[in-house]
């Protein structure tokens, strides 16, 4: 009987494996990847073949066309509410943000079509979901020309999607369908692990993959001890058992980074940034651009199969960190905006570098840096990777947003935030910031004049809040992301992102002229603000020399001047 169940295994197997797809990147013996429309057509197929993969249809993106969402189960169970009954350990595995990296396109269909027939196993206790293609637009935009530094595959997408954006920087600003439609499936299949598949440019070195993960203490907590501590460790140790040397990705693009670098500043624009808000294991694989496009694909594969192994290994550990994490954020009082490097602090790790030196160029023939490949080298260097807070923040009991802030009021829903309306008009003491200076980009990023330098000072007042506007608890596991986005100092915040540059421009102001004598009157009835005004002028010399000057200061103390002007419109609540 035992013969006859495996005998009928292995043809079931072979049946499988005859009608699965054979792809572009398999027929060109790994120099091609395969196009979007093809990518799309061969999950279709393997979905149709297996009954462990369900392919979903999600989101719009800017492209016109939907992402798609593939769902690997062992035990058939394809409903997220189903995987947290089971406490399965869900890795969201991202493909194709700059489809010029197409790497993780390819490796995943190779990786899921050896589960489906039996060549890999997934373990029980661990499911994956997978996004075949992200950017859609710049999968479809391919060319022969693009990354022209990198070797293969034959033709690439282009790194901007459809509307030229880079979808590794707004995960927070969520400019694009994408973005959005992301945010959806994130919290839809909440993972525990998130894998952002990409190619690294800069130095060349021995090195196929580095690998950027969570920043540790921005992950922080006892999930961020453990990253640094186990996690990350046994990943550089299993690639290393399977012929792949793991480096810190490579922040270092000069050409010397045998110096040693410092961790790369993940912030929540980006992809793992965005996770470790919500208390998730984030990875961006980074295959190095001058390694054959092969190599670079089954080092991506590996990669995805070693969190397989570690996942199914050590799904209680993650499971209950995760959930402890949560719980803490939960009642922690304080927690950090913005971060700066400890350069007191480094670990040593060994660099497999090629030796760089300067030759004169054919072109300019001006000196030019050159990598020789004959001169390889090995040396420990310093990896900087350890950040103190900029600023601790008090938790509030709630924000308050008025309901005409509805940009923002969209981007928290499509975040699952937990808040309500209030139902009718209501009146409540409030914390409120004022914007008393800040730094905008001369240059446009991302679609965006970024806000910068921060500076604000705080009051508090009874404010009177209409029935609809916004009250947004801090119990809930969004605490974190929303300390982030909400609070104005926070490199990634929605001020900083020019989400609230309304109040940044004054609306009214007055004649002169006609004001003089209003000013006058009211100096006399208001002499507190006559005596700020002598003492301004007793110490500021160019003041005291400009009569605009010192009516426009008599304006801003009067009950004249606008409120909202510089007045930031999330309200704190004690």
């Known amino acids: 009987m035992k013969y006859f169940f495996s005998t009928a295994f292995i043809l079931l197997s072979a049946a499988v494996l005859a009608q699965l797809p054979v792809t572009r990147y398999e027929t060109s013996k790994g120099k091609e990847s395969v196009t979007y429309y093809e990518a799309i057509q061969t999950w279709k197929q393997i979905d149709k073949v297996s009954p462990i993969v369900s392919m979903l249809t999600m989101g719009a993106t800017d492209a016109n066309e939907p992402l ?17 009954e089971k406490n399965k350990v869900v890795i969201l595995i991202n493909n194709g943000i700059h489809p010029g990296e197409p790497d993780g396109i390819d490796a995943s269909i190779s990786l899921v079509k050896d589960l489906v027939s039996g060549k890999k196993k997934l373990a029980p206790n661990v499911v994956l979901a997978i996004i075949p293609v992200y950017n859609i637009g710049g999968s479809l935009n391919r060319s022969a020309f693009y990354r022209v530094s990198q070797d293969g595959p034959l033709e690439k997408g282009f790194r901007g999607n459809s509307q030229n954006f880079d979808l590794n920087r707004d995960f927070i600003k969520n400019d694009t369908k994408e973005a959005k439609s992301f945010a959806e499936i994130f919290h839809l299949v909440q993972p525990d692990i998130f894998i952002d598949n990409h190619v690294s440019n800069g130095a060349d070195y021995q090195h196929v993959m580095t690998l950027l993960t969570s920043q540790h203490n921005k992950l922080g907590g006892v999930m961020g001890e453990w990253l640094n501590k186990t996690f990350e460790p046994a990943v550089y140790k299993s690639m290393k058992a399977k012929g792949y040397d793991l480096l810190p990705y490579v922040n270092n693009f000069g050409d010397s980074p045998e110096n040693g670098w ?7 624009r980006y992809s793992s940034g965005y996770a470790s808000l919500w208390n998730v294991f984030a990875f961006v694989p980074e295959t190095h651009m001058l390694k054959p496009y092969q190599q670079r694909v089954e080092a991506t594969y590996q990669l995805m199969v070693t969190m397989m192994e570690f996942a199914a290994a050590n799904q209680t550990t993650i499971k209950q960190l995760r959930t402890q994490q949560q719980k803490e954020q939960l009642t922690q009082q304080q927690f950090p905006v913005g971060f700066t490097l400890d350069r007191s602090k480094f670990s040593e790790i060994l660099y497999k570098g090629y030796e760089a030196g300067r030759k004169p160029s054919n072109i300019s023939g001006l000196p030019r840096l050159y990598y020789d490949r004959n001169k390889p080298f090995e040396k420990q260097i310093r990896f900087y990777n350890f950040f103190t807070p900029k600023t601790m923040i008090e938790k509030p009991t709630a924000y308050v947003i008025p309901q005409g802030w509805w940009k923002v009021i969209d981007l928290l829903k499509i975040n699952k935030i937990n808040m309500r309306q209030f139902k009718s008009d209501t009146t409540i003491e409030v914390e409120v910031y004022r914007i008393d200076d800040y730094k905008t980009a001369a240059r446009p990023y991302e679609g965006h004049h970024l806000n910068s330098e921060v500076k604000t000072s705080k009051t508090v007042k009874q404010m009177k809040f209409r029935k609809g506007d ?15 986005v909400l609070e104005p100092t926070g490199d990634d915040s929605y001020f900083a992102w020019n989400f609230f540059d309304g109040i940044l421009g ?3 102001g007055y004649s002169s002229y006609v004001f003089e004598e209003t000013a006058e009157e009211f100096l006399k009835q208001n002499p507190a603000v006559k005596q700020k005004l002598e003492e301004r002028r007793a110490t500021d010399t160019a003041f005291a020399k400009s009569g605009s000057a010192q009516l426009n200061f008599v304006y801003q103390n009067s009950p004249y001047y606008e409120p909202m002007h510089l007045r930031y419109p999330v309200y704190r609540v004690k």
């Open 506 to 508: 004054q609306k009214e």
């Open 262 to 268: 410092s961790a790369y500043w993940d912030g929540p």
């Open 470 to 484: 916004w009250y947004i608890p801090l119990n809930q596991k969004a605490n974190h992301f929303l300390i982030e």
């Open 68 to 84: 798609h969402l593939v769902l690997v189960s062992s035990d058939q169970t394809f409903k997220p509410q189903q995987w947290q």
